[in-house]
Nanobody, 124 residues
Framework: QVQLVESGGGLVQAGESLRLSCVAS????????MGWFRQAPGKEREFVAA????????NYLESVQGRFTISKNNDRNTVYLQMNSLKPEDTATYYC?????????????????WGKGTLVTVSS
């Protein structure tokens, strides 16, 4: 089973950027589609972005399309989420996730491993 550890969260002002990292151990990330979810206080956990095993396919939540970019470095067994033009509504705990396929990554039920999360707070 793969273990996931996120980092890179913090407090920023609206319009600024952050890059989240997710380091995997136990198995190579080539084995999985990788992604990010987020959960704001009092809300359900929602899908944010995903990248296929090969890295050739991506999928995004519509509200982050054009602002967030997911990428991966297989040599470092690490997945990244570059977040630009952050908005207060992006405030949430962000979770790294692994799924067997890109198509199953968008649903919580399709995730086979979760990280413990990193908090992102965007002030207005």
């Amino acid at each position: 089973q793969v273990q996931l550890v996120e980092s890179g969260g913090g407090l920023v002002q609206a319009g600024e950027s952050l890059r989240l990292s997710c380091v995997a151990s136990g198995r190579t990330i080539i084995t999985y589609a990788m992604g990010w979810f987020r959960q704001a206080p009092g809300k359900e956990r929602e899908f944010v972005a995903a990248i296929s095993r090969s890295g050739g396919g991506t999928n995004y939540l519509e509200s982050v399309q054009g602002r967030f970019t997911i990428s991966k470095n297989n040599d470092r067994n690490t997945v990244y989420l570059q977040m630009n033009s952050l908005k207060p509504e992006d405030t949430a705990t962000y979770y790294c996730a692994a799924s067997l396929w890109l198509a199953t990554m968008t649903q919580k039920g399709g995730v086979v491993a979760w990280g413990k999360g990193t908090l992102v707070t965007v002030s207005s």
